[in-house]
């Protein structure tokens, strides 16, 4: 292909063949959106993993291969009988309930440096001046 084929074909300034994109596209699909379904808060997530979690493994197979369920009933109720389970449903517990509280240990060495007589000593994130030694 020549350089003279792709000229041909650039857009050129001032040709109107197209309008653009029409303006607030998001906000009429959003809105469209709006009207098909309702907007998911984080209190339903919740409390629809919650519900989720008390179900039969019968009931969950159901709600997996209904096509009128919303989607995120269908997905998580899939994802709880397969193969990572366990793990979906600990991911489902976290949010749902929230983490438990974890705890961490932190050790802290003592560093002491001595600048000619001067001593400086560094304990718990907090430096000290020892006075002159003589």
Known sequence: MSK???VEHQ????????????KKLVSSILA???EE????TKS???QTYQVLMSLTQEQLIRIGSDK????????????????????????MMDRANGRPMQTSEVKQDMIVSVLGNLEIYEEDGEESEANDKD
Request: proline share 4%; aromatic share 4%.
């Open 4 to 6: 003279k084929d792709i």
């Open 37 to 40: 379904g309702e907007l998911v």
């Open 11 to 22: 857009f050129k300034k001032g040709n109107k063949m197209s309008k653009g994109r029409p």
């Open 68 to 91: 009128e369920q919303p989607m995120i009933n269908r997905i998580v109720a899939k994802e709880m009988l397969g193969k990572k389970g366990f793990e979906i449903i600990e991911k």
């Open 32 to 34: 469209q959106l709006k």
């Open 44 to 46: 339903i997530v919740e």
